[in-house]
């Protein structure tokens, strides 16, 4: 079974952090996009950080500023999310996902075949 497993979240308060990790097997981890979006309830999914593989590109979502960083260990194939100044807007699920073809855009969710199960995130203030 091909799988992604996200680990990592938990209850912080306000300007804490979290570091959030995604082990994949190995042929998802063969993506060409791979990395991390969130929701949060009555709220759309939104693109949180991407890693763009082949060249080892980072893309960030609006939202987060520079506040998180995504980062891969290759050997272990781990995806991170490093997350500081947490804020209550960041309160969501988080989710890993991966995509491993051609076509679509980087920040949709539509364009990832893989997702992982989720790891929520609360931030309070």
């Known amino acids: 079974q091909e799988q992604l497993v996200e680990s990592g979240g938990g209850s912080v308060q306000a300007g804490g952090s979290l570091r959030l990790s995604c082990t994949a097997s190995?042929?998802?981890?063969?993506?060409?996009?791979m990395g991390w979006f969130r929701q949060a309830p009555g709220k759309e999914r939104e693109v949180v950080a991407i890693?763009?593989?082949?060249?080892?590109?980072?893309l960030y979502g609006d939202s987060v500023g520079r506040r998180f960083i995504i980062s891969r260990d290759d050997d272990k194939r781990i995806v991170y999310l490093q997350m500081n100044n947490l804020n209550p807007e960041d309160t969501a699920m988080y989710y890993c996902?991966?995509?491993?073809?051609?076509?679509?855009?980087?920040?949709?969710?539509?364009?990832?075949?893989?997702w992982g199960q989720g790891t929520q995130v609360t931030v309070s203030s």
């Open positions: 996902a991966a995509h491993l073809r051609r076509g679509g855009a980087w920040d949709s969710p539509a364009a990832y075949e893989y």
């Open positions: 190995a042929y998802i981890y063969s993506g060409k996009w």
């Open positions: 890693l763009h593989t082949g060249g080892d590109a980072t």
